[in-house]
């Protein structure tokens, strides 16, 4: 099946502690996006990447670092400088090209706490 | 800078009642694109529909129909005959004809229907 992989479901961080989330897509998607979800906000992009080897700051970076060496994968690291991890983390990705065919699509989230 | 508020933070319904969830949108952008999301308790956010921004026709798509209107800048969900399965947070976003295919959500909609 196609679609968009996240890993681990849950993740709990101790102090001073960097972990990474993973996100995995088989559809062939240039673009992949990593947004955080906090209670009764909407998403905020952290970063996102239009190609391999290529990323781009999002609205809340700081604290957070990405990598895209392959094209089906964009692991997001949660590094100790992030004082205010606990969130919900959804990996999307999309098309790129024409604007008509930028819809983005998303994972089940990685629920991440800390410790 | 674009914005989108969704004013409604949580709706409840009985099954078989019709409810509408409101967005309301600010870009300076003559070209942009706007998008439902659906986060079911799951916590994966469904692509509902984009609509852009030279096409005002309203949308049918079984019990969901979309009323975008310029004039007020907004973008409206109705779920006819709502069903418990409808439950969920729906999130209204917008992406601006720049590059980059970043999108602003808004805080979402809590939407509980009940027997």
């Known amino acids: 099946d196609g679609g968009i992989t996240q890993s681990p479901k849950y993740l709990f961080r101790k102090e001073g502690q960097n972990v990474t989330l993973s996100c995995e897509q088989n559809l062939n998607h240039d673009a992949m996006y990593w947004y955080r979800q906090d209670p009764g906000q909407g998403l905020r992009l952290i970063y996102y990447s239009q190609i391999v080897n290529d990323f781009q700051k999002g609205d809340i970076a700081e604290g957070y670092s990405v990598s895209r060496e392959k094209k089906e994968s964009f692991p997001l690291t949660v590094t100790s400088a992030q004082k205010n991890p606990t969130a919900f983390y959804l990996c999307a990705s999309s098309m790129t090209g024409t604007l008509a065919k930028n819809i983005q699509y998303f994972g089940a989230g990685t629920r991440l706490s800390v410790l | ?115």
Do not use: H, M
């Open chain 2, 1 to 115: 800078a674009q914005k989108v508020t969704q004013a409604q933070t949580e709706i409840s319904v009985v099954e078989k009642e019709d409810v509408t969830l409101d967005c309301v949108y600010e870009t300076r952008d003559t070209t942009y694109y706007l998008f439902w999301y659906k986060q079911p308790p799951s916590g994966e956010l469904v692509f509902l529909i984009r609509r852009n921004s030279f096409d005002e026709q309203n949308e049918i798509s079984g019990r969901y129909s979309w009323n975008f209107q310029k004039s007020t800048s907004s973008f409206n969900f109705t779920i006819t005959a709502s069903q418990v399965v409808d439950s969920a947070v729906y999130f209204c976003a917008l992406r601006e004809g720049g590059g980059g295919n970043k999108l602003t959500f808004g805080t979402g909609t809590q939407l509980k229907v009940e027997l």
